[in-house]
């Protein structure tokens, strides 16, 4: 370092971009999930309920079948009497689920920005094949700095339940839970977009709140 000087600006990113990556790996531990629900639920008083699958192809998957005992638990704790047959049930509950191909992004913005969450614009997936396809309109927005540049994978996943009388009438309930994370494991992403979607369920209608969720756990690194 003998006879060299630095500028404010280097000697500014020096200080600075320890300080990124830090934030960056805090927001990357978890998944933050957006969560929007319209309900006309009646208050819950053992009510008979049935979760199905609103995509015919997951019907009768063991996966499924899983993620919809997630799904049963909650509605269970939250004062319904869950059965294993619509027929006869006072409630359907038509779950679907789904995680896109991924997109690639690229950090090259100058200066700090939230790596997961900017404005939110356009709600709702288009459902394609084994759910969904991004993007959806985040306004991603990436953190670095001039020509620091490091390419990486994100995807958008999501959890749609609806919930409508067995004998017809006005749907009840629609409900949402969405996160952009660089995991595509639904094993993982599944059940945490159901704890958001349950998170202080049924919520006010019409409001979109972001929940944040437990880190996804990763096995030791072997030595």
Same mark, same amino acid.
Request: overall charge positive; proline content about 9%; glycine content about 12%.
């Given at each position: 370092?003998?006879?060299?000087?630095?500028?404010?600006?280097?000697?500014?990113?020096?200080?600075?971009?320890?300080?990124?990556?830090?934030?960056?790996?805090?927001?990357?531990?978890?998944?933050?999930?957006?969560?929007?629900?319209?309900?006309?639920?009646?208050?819950?008083?053992?009510?008979?309920?049935?979760?199905?699958?609103?995509?015919?192809?997951?019907?009768?998957?063991?996966?499924?079948?899983?993620?919809? *005992? +997630?799904? %049963?638990?909650?509605?269970?704790? !939250?004062?319904?009497?869950?059965?294993?047959?619509?027929?006869?049930?006072? =409630? @359907?509950?038509?779950?679907?689920?789904?995680?896109?191909?991924?997109?690639?992004?690229?950090?090259?913005?100058?200066?700090?920005?939230?790596?997961?969450?900017?404005?939110?614009?356009?709600?709702?997936?288009?459902?394609?094949?084994?759910?969904?396809?991004?993007?959806?309109?985040?306004?991603?927005?990436?953190?670095?700095?001039?020509?620091?540049?490091?390419?990486?994978?994100?995807?958008?996943?999501?959890?749609?339940?609806?919930?409508?009388?067995?004998?017809?009438?006005? *749907? +009840?309930? %629609?409900?949402?839970?969405?996160? !952009?994370?660089?995991?595509?494991?639904?094993?993982?992403?599944?059940?945490? =977009? @159901?704890?958001?979607?349950?998170?202080?369920?049924?919520?006010?209608?019409?409001?979109?709140?972001?929940?944040?969720?437990?880190?996804?756990?990763?096995?030791?690194?072997?030595?």
């Amino acid at each position: 370092m003998s006879g060299q000087t630095r500028s404010p600006v280097g000697l500014l990113k020096m200080l600075v971009v320890p300080i990124v990556l830090a934030a960056l790996a805090a927001c990357t531990n978890t998944l933050d999930t957006r969560v929007s629900r319209f309900n006309n639920l009646p208050p819950p008083s053992g009510q008979t309920i049935a979760v199905v699958a609103d995509d015919p192809s997951l019907a009768g998957g063991i996966e499924f079948g899983q993620y919809a *005992r +997630l799904v %049963e638990d909650r509605l269970a704790q !939250v004062g319904y009497r869950p059965v294993a047959s619509p027929q006869g049930a006072d =409630l @359907v509950a038509r779950l679907d689920y789904g995680v896109d191909k991924g997109r690639e992004r690229v950090r090259s913005t100058p200066g700090f920005r939230d790596p997961f969450w900017g404005p939110w614009y356009g709600y709702g997936p288009r459902w394609g094949y084994r759910g969904f396809r991004g993007p959806w309109g985040y306004g991603w927005q990436d953190p670095w700095f001039d020509s620091d540049i490091e390419s990486y994978t994100v995807y958008t996943s999501g959890v749609e339940l609806k919930i409508d009388r067995a004998n017809g009438g006005p *749907r +009840l309930f %629609e409900g949402k839970a969405e996160a !952009v994370s660089t995991s595509n494991r639904l094993q993982y992403l599944v059940p945490n =977009l @159901v704890e958001a979607l349950f998170t202080g369920f049924p919520g006010n209608s019409g409001e979109t709140v972001r929940i944040t969720v437990a880190p996804e756990k990763t096995a030791p690194a072997r030595r």
